[in-house]
């Protein structure tokens, strides 16, 4: 193949160029649109931190490659970068449709699907803003995930856009003629792993010691703490525990120089080894076999460590440390951690993040506890509730997991950086008997009231009344002191189907804390509270995406809702929406709610409580708009309770 052949193969394209220039099909081996809310959120927050950056300088921001083979009639067959392709052609559409912002000429999307007919038609209406009822409900939730980031970053829609159009770079790359596509497709999808970036973080780091010694208390140290989905204190040998964490297992070492000399104990290979041959053995943790007679439990973390990494670097720096692992190493390359004190202070988060950060339990249920030891032959540790106060554990892991479903993408877990830094300053600390420092619990009482001001924090703070238009910084509501707002925007509410997935989750966390504290009562409208009270217990928090109303836009055998002096908004009414999986929101979207009830009363668990709120009611409908005004007011009341006074009244 000539040079410029090759050229003429590998291309940059921008996003623009992308859309206006070819037809691209996707293949019938290619599995569905598949990305969730993490991932869509995640491409849309890479792209406006880099318009951000980027505003003044135009940098081109490349955004990975796109594999294609070239059909007989010219069309491209996309082999790798489907997934980003159709999320890009879902953002152009929200774009054009809820905003109305030109698009450079871009009038259609060029992309299509063989033998998926729903699909193509979906990615199409969308576009052209005419939905069907038949649509693809994944491709209709990557629209609201798209537009309600872009509700929440309102100022900045127009600096995207250009952006996204202009500098945003993709590579199409062109197989060759003779290319085995499904051999070639396989490959693609089993590609070997890639050395981690915080292993060159490790090796960059231990560069900066002196000894043999420093290194390899270094590695020990890292290693224990890369493995997210163990406790800390497994991943040493049961013989040297105490020594490092105390008799109940609490205790952090105060300084590189302690924890040199307890962690000599733990190794046991003495030879010099050099840079290449710690990366090349990649050990995520201790590899000693523990106590036949232990069992680790089945914890799995909320995030993975190289964004635990950057949470300790925010933590320690106390600036606005971006919390995207892709910059990981561009991001300690820019504040340069002392290597030393950087991993006496990872290893004591670390301790903090087992003991009080929430974790998944089994792969069903929200979990926080703490590890406590036993000098017991048969059973040498156990797992307890974090806090001793069983109610107040209880409400933590229902108000932890109301924010980690709330943010589920890593680069928005400030409530978790918030968490981590309030634990990180507020543990006290004390002498023991044997002279060593030891960490106490922290307050339970203390740590639930600060995340429930946190809750309030990043509500009024973001949902708030805003002189100059602009909500509070999620680094401000996590280190400043900012004076918040007293009002809701109610606008927020007015938002149809692209209300915050946070404000329905803060609503059904503080339903849930009204109802087990018994402090609703019945009133004179017409939801049934004991209704509502049998299904409580079967309410946790879960990965919800979907904003439903309630009475369907387009309903099965009755007419639609028209707006009113009651309702203004009609259907889109917040006192007719509630979030809910994405499953069941495409089997019932068009239901009536008697059916819709009749579905989730044969359910075990309790997708949202403001949900059951509704379905509480003998009638809900366009003869009932009373109804849904009425559980709007109370709604909004509720969802707005807070310590200082607040204008909660209802804009109906």
Avoid at 35 to 43: A, I
Avoid at 116 to 140: A, I, P, V, Y
Avoid at 255 to 276: H, P
Wanted: proline share 3%; net charge negative; glycine share 4%.
């Amino acid at each position: 193949m000539t040079n410029n052949q090759q050229d003429q193969n590998i291309l940059e394209l921008s996003v623009a160029d992308l859309f206006k220039q070819g037809q691209y099909i996707i293949p019938i081996y290619q599995r569905n649109y598949a990305w969730g809310e993490s991932e869509v959120e995640q491409l849309l927050q890479d792209i406006l931190d880099s318009a951000k950056r980027d505003n003044t300088t135009h940098t081109a921001y490349y955004i990975g490659s796109l594999v294609v083979y070239q059909r007989e009639n010219g069309t491209f067959e996309t082999i790798d970068g489907q997934q980003r392709h159709t999320t890009l052609g879902i953002i152009l559409s929200v774009l054009t449709n809820e905003f109305s912002l030109p698009l450079n000429d871009v009038t259609r999307i060029n992309l299509g699907f063989d033998s998926r007919h729903k699909s193509n038609e979906t990615l199409r209406s969308l576009f052209n803003g005419n939905l069907q009822d038949n649509e693809e409900r994944t491709m209709r939730s990557a629209y609201q995930v798209v537009n309600r980031f872009f509700v929440n970053e309102k100022n900045s829609v127009t600096l995207f856009k250009d952006f996204l159009l202009n500098n945003v770079k993709i590579l199409r790359v062109i197989v060759p003629q003779d290319t085995d596509l499904n051999h070639y497709f396989e490959i693609m999808n089993n590609r070997g792993e890639q050395l981690e970036k915080h292993e060159v973080l490790k090796a960059r780091l231990m560069d900066s010691l002196d000894t043999e010694a420093q290194r390899l208390t270094f590695a020990k140290t890292w290693d224990a703490c890369a493995d997210m989905n163990l406790y800390v204190q497994l991943a040493y040998s049961p013989k040297v525990r105490v020594d490092l964490f105390g008799e109940q297992w609490n205790r952090c070492p105060q300084n590189f120089q302690e924890l040199e000399c307890l962690t000599e104990k733990t190794i046991t290979n003495k030879g010099a080894s050099v840079l290449a041959d710690i990366i090349e053995q990649r050990c995520y943790h201790n590899n000693s076999v523990p106590n036949n007679n232990e069992g680790s439990g089945t914890f799995s973390s909320i995030i993975n460590f190289s964004n635990f990494l950057l949470h300790v670097l925010r933590v320690t720096t106390k600036q606005d440390v971006p919390l995207d692992d892709k910059r990981l190493l561009d991001t300690f390359t820019d504040y340069k951690p002392d290597a030393q004190s950087f991993l006496v202070a990872l290893l004591k988060c670390r301790i903090l993040f087992d003991r009080y950060i929430l974790k998944r339990e089994n792969d069903e249920d929200w979990s926080l506890k703490k590890i406590r030891p036993y000098q017991n032959k048969n059973v040498t540790f156990s797992y307890v509730n974090s806090v001793t106060d069983e109610s107040q554990n209880a409400q933590l892991v229902m108000l932890l997991s109301m924010f980690h479903v709330s943010f589920p993408a890593l680069v928005y877990k400030h409530w978790l950086n918030a968490a981590l830094n309030y634990l990180y300053e507020k543990t006290e600390s004390k002498i023991s008997k044997d002279g060593t420092q030891c960490l106490l619990f922290v307050d339970g009482a203390d740590y639930l009231s600060f995340m429930e001001k946190l809750s309030d924090r990043f509500f009024f703070g973001r949902f708030g009344v805003f002189e100059s238009e602009s909500p509070t910084d999620y680094f401000d509501l996590t280190f400043g002191d900012p004076v918040l707002p007293t009002e809701l925007n109610f606008s927020y509410l007015q938002q149809g189907t692209a209300v915050q997935n946070f404000i329905f989750n803060r609503l059904d966390y503080l339903l849930w804390k009204t109802l087990k504290a018994n402090d609703l009562k019945q009133s004179e409208e017409e939801f049934d509270l004991t209704y509502v009270n049998k299904r409580l217990n079967g309410f946790s928090f879960t990965f919800r995406t979907s904003v439903e109303h309630y009475f369907p836009q387009h309903p099965l055998g009755s007419e639609p809702m028209s707006v009113s002096g009651t309702l203004p908004d009609g259907v889109d009414s917040f006192g007719n929406l509630c979030l809910i999986s994405r499953s069941d929101n495409s089997k019932l979207s068009n239901y009536l709610p008697i059916a819709k009830k009749e579905h989730y009363e044969k359910a075990t668990t309790v997708e949202s409580l403001k949900q059951v709120f509704m379905m509480s009611y003998a009638d809900w409908g366009i003869d009932s708009v009373k109804n849904i005004k009425d559980h709007e007011e109370m709604m909004i009341k509720i969802l707005c309770q807070k310590e200082s006074s607040l204008n909660t009244k209802s804009p109906l």
